[in-house]
């Protein structure tokens, strides 16, 4: 038997030598230009990363063609982002321009640095889960065609983290982002009966419902939904397959705004709904992906300098951000879940 | 010219942002279940659902999870991907990688698998998407030999992941490369057997900037901090405002704390430290100016998660500040006592935030041996439901 238990290959085996060297040491950094960083250490020597955008989902033969540049270009040594990006960390400044150089004849993004869009966390969607509301790498696609000047230029006033989860178990947890979309389902679970009683288990079913919307039907052996009090959030289906929730005309994408994480001059926020359905409409999503334009333009246009999408909604109020954006306020935007009275105004203090 | 069998798809193909599709016809060239991958996307592109089987269980000898099992739901068009099934893989922390290991990776899922990968997926995870059943317990066995173990799936501990920390930022209040190395070394067995009533998760950052979202993220975030004086350097900060940074507008006037003027005759900073709360704001706009000050530790915040079940949450601070070093005993003490208190209190796929909901993190607090501080709430309560134990009531 293989061994086990052994965990991950050892990062300081990773690293760069650059960085073994200066591990801990680095003082300041500037930003070159969009997704060119410079990192200085108290040694007086300096990294430069560039950091590249890509689909998350990379083919082996890309990944080895990555690793080629590295090997050209960092001695043999790259990393990732969090958000999905890749950088390449060169110790030799005049080795930067012939990397970009090459990027860009390869068709790779530069940028994502500073106040920029940087790359969409995302999730598998249609490729590759079971439980989506939509795609994920198609709209993100879309989407970084359209956002691409943003990602390679730092003009915005602060930065704009766009995330996208397929459904609301938001593998990819994007309830704090400046811009989150989420698929949705907007129909309540069909329930086959005759399957159900064979392989589910009825009480984890009835305790999965946040709403308490699913019942017992002992005649049947199996449950029934009071779809009065459903919100489709999808939970018993995890539990049962026998309670599927997809439905081509009811599943569609909702869009969220105004969340951070940093803790720069305002706490982290939660992101909100604005937008409470789009249709999925593939391969483009061409409602989702207007509907996100137009709200980072909005407030590339009208927020004040280093003011993150919630401070900038916030200093406006949301009356405004509605006035200015054109969205329609929704019922739907209203909460009704069980938080919901601290999201309502207890004040006189308006603007019309 | 035959007809494309993936027209909408096809359309992904164009465009400045790199292509997804370009991914999958690229492992196509060598592996059919790429290629049947993209039919039945393009299946889903045109009636607008998935067609991915729930569940169906998986795995290698000796591991509970880090398999997650994948079947078609049409077989009789897609027979390439009937088992399609997913590897986690315990990423190098902080995702760094040499090429040599990442190309004897790629040989290995190419060798078993669709050749199609994530970098990464949401935990942090490299994710490889998409090998036979048959050739589960081979490619592990492969993996293993090239040094890369499995992540987390299911009930147990997923794989921590932290954010570049020391390696690469002037921020990290905390090792945060070696915090997460030692975390993960030492609960292997938490990681590799699910045994807990749902999934835990730990993110570590080393700074309030946060780069890992690990506040949103985690139900253990650890957040690098410090409490004494911001370094200045004064010289430094002249610099900036003379290559044109408006210090009084962009970084004064934007201190949430109201605690630093700017001196522009003399082009003097003074920061009254002890209103600072630290927010990272002012060292953000000036990093070769500012850094945080020398005694430096963590917080730790609980209960951090997405909308399922009780809806989204960010975590809560537990703790404004611990010293953070190897070998980071007091942290481990704590993550074990959360530990013990969740596993025997809670329901089936109760996340420990949506416990301490339900319990109270007055109980939560007192089981885990925590004091309570002012810098656990924004504000106490304006309610006046509260308990005593009768002890103090004598």
């Known amino acids: ?214 019942r017992p039907d002992p005649k049947r052996q199996s449950v029934t939904v009071n779809e009065e009090r459903c919100m489709y959030c999808g939970n018993c289906y995890t539990m049962c397959p026998a309670m599927p929730i997809a439905d081509p005309d009811g599943d569609g994408v909702s869009i969220w705004v105004g969340g951070k994480v940093s803790n720069a001059r305002k706490p982290p926020m939660f992101s909100r709904l604005v937008i409470p359905y789009l249709p999925n409409n593939p391969p483009r999503w061409p409602e989702t992906v207007e509907a996100v334009r137009n709200i980072l333009e909005t407030w590339a246009k009208h927020a004040r300098k280093h003011e993150r999408m919630g401070e900038w909604i916030e200093r406006i109020g949301w009356e405004r951000f509605f006035e200015l954006t054109g969205i329609p306020f929704k019922e739907q935007l209203i909460d009704d879940y069980d938080l919901a009275i601290d999201t309502f105004r207890t004040a006189a203090t308006f603007k019309y | 010219m035959t007809q494309s069998e993936t027209p909408l798809l096809d359309d992904l193909e164009k465009g400045p942002w790199p292509s997804f599709v370009k991914e999958i016809k690229r492992a196509g060239e060598k592996k059919p279940a790429a290629m049947d991958l993209l039919r039945q996307l393009e299946l889903s592109y045109k009636e607008k659902v998935g067609h991915w089987k729930h569940g169906g269980i998986v795995g290698v000898m000796g591991y509970g999870g880090g398999v997650i099992g994948r079947y078609s739901d049409r077989p009789d068009l897609f027979p390439a991907v009937e088992a399609f099934h997913t590897f986690r893989v315990n990423q190098p922390t902080g995702w760094f990688y040499t090429t040599e290991a990442l190309r004897a990776l790629c040989d290995v899922w190419d060798k078993h698998g669709s050749g199609l990968t994530n970098f990464h997926g949401s935990t942090g995870d490299i994710i490889l998407l998409g090998a036979p059943t048959e050739h589960l317990q081979a490619c592990f066995d492969d993996l293993a030999e090239i040094g890369f173990d499995l992540g987390g799936s299911g009930s147990d501990l997923r794989t921590p992941s932290a954010c570049v920390g020391p390696a690469r930022c002037e921020y990290a209040c905390i090792d945060t490369l070696d915090l997460c190395r030692e975390i993960t070394l030492t609960y292997q067995d938490e990681i590799h057997r699910p045994m807990w009533p749902y999934k835990f998760k ?45 210090i009084q507008a962009e970084v004064v006037d934007l201190c949430p704390t109201e605690c630093m003027s700017w001196d522009a005759q003399t082009q003097t900073l003074r920061i009254n430290d002890r209103e600072c709360n630290h927010c990272m704001h002012c060292i953000n706009l000036m990093p070769k100016a500012l850094r945080p000050g020398k005694d430096r530790g963590a917080a730790v915040l609980i209960g951090g998660k997405a909308p399922i079940v009780h809806g989204a949450q960010m975590g809560w601070v537990i703790v404004p500040f611990m010293k953070v070093e190897p070998p980071y005993t007091e942290l481990k003490e704590l993550m074990e006592k959360i530990w013990d208190w969740w596993d025997e209190n809670a329901r089936m796929r109760e996340r420990v935030g949506e416990l301490i909901r339900r319990l109270g993190m007055r109980n939560f607090l007192k089981a885990v041996g925590l004091k309570p501080v002012p810098q656990m709430v924004f504000r106490p309560r304006a309610n006046p439901y509260y308990f005593w134990d009768p002890e103090e009531v004598k």
Not at chain 1, 89 to 103: A, G
Not at chain 1, 104 to 122: D, L
Not at chain 2, 229 to 234: E, L, R, T
């Open chain 1, 1 to 214: 038997m293989a061994k086990t238990d052994f965990g991950p290959p050892d990062y300081r085996e990773m690293i760069p030598p650059i960085i073994a060297r200066n591990y801990g040491k680095w003082r300041y950094h500037e930003r070159l230009r969009p997704g060119v960083l410079k990192h200085v250490s108290e040694t007086g020597e300096a990294l430069y990363t560039v950091r590249v955008g890509s689909p998350r989902l990379l083919s082996t033969d890309t990944v080895r063609e990555i690793c080629d540049l590295a090997d050209r270009y960092c001695e043999g040594h790259l990393r990732f982002t969090s958000r999905h990006n890749i950088e390449f960390l060169l110790s030799d400044e005049k080795k930067v321009q012939p990397l970009l150089d090459e990027l860009k004849a390869k068709g790779w993004p530069v940028g994502g640095t500073g106040h920029s869009v940087s790359n969409i966390v995302h999730t598998q969607g249609w490729i590759h889960c079971h439980t989506p509301a939509t795609d994920a790498s198609g709209i993100v696609k879309a989407l970084m065609d359209e956002l691409l000047p943003y990602f390679e230029s730092m003009e915005l006033p602060a930065l704009c983290r766009i995330s996208l989860a397929c459904c609301l178990n938001m593998c990819g947890a994007v309830h704090c982002s400046d811009i989150a979309i989420t698929g949705i389902h907007r129909k309540p679970p069909r329930i086959d009966h005759d399957r159900l009683k064979n392989i589910c288990e009825i009480p984890n079913v009835i305790a999965a419902c946040p709403t308490g919307a699913i």
């Open chain 2, 202 to 246: 730990i993110k570590i950052a080393g700074c309030p900037n946060d780069c890992v979202a690990s506040i949103a993220r985690s139900d253990l975030s650890i957040i690098g901090v410090w409490r004494d004086n911001i370094q200045v350097d004064a010289d430094a900060v002249r610099e900036y405002a003379q290559n044109g940074l408006d």
